[in-house]
């Protein structure tokens, strides 16, 4: 199960994910992309940065405390000749996103 929690993001911080990606792809509020946890911070894709390795995550905790924050991608494959990438960053807490995949028959993201 995905974390349910979403965050609207600052105009400040939408407007610096509208420059370095298509404005129409700077999404106004994101979803927490972590799968279900009890406390801690939260993580939403503001924009992925593909080529590079790495993306812009919006991090909040709480409903003030909210910042935008490169990081790398999660560098974990899932097991199988053809396996999955995880569409998380490095260090994330939880399970790989194809964990969850492994899982359930269709993907919500
Ligand atoms: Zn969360
Ligand atoms: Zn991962």
Not at 11 to 24: G, I, M, T, V, Y
Not at 60 to 88: K, Q, R
């Amino acid at each position: 199960m995905r974390c349910t929690h979403w965050r609207r993001v600052p105009l400040d911080l939408l407007r610096e994910a509208q420059r370095k990606s298509a404005p129409e792809c700077a999404d106004s509020a994101v979803q927490c992309q972590l799968a279900t946890h009890d406390d801690g911070e939260h993580y939403g894709l503001l924009h992925d940065v593909g080529e590079y390795g790495f993306a812009l995550w919006l991090r909040w905790c709480g409903s003030t405390d909210v910042e935008s924050v490169a990081l790398p991608d999660c560098p974990a494959i899932a097991p199988g000749p053809d396996g999955e990438g995880c569409c998380l960053f490095v260090g994330h807490i939880e399970r790989h996103t194809w964990e969850d995949t492994l899982e359930e028959i269709s993907c919500t993201s």
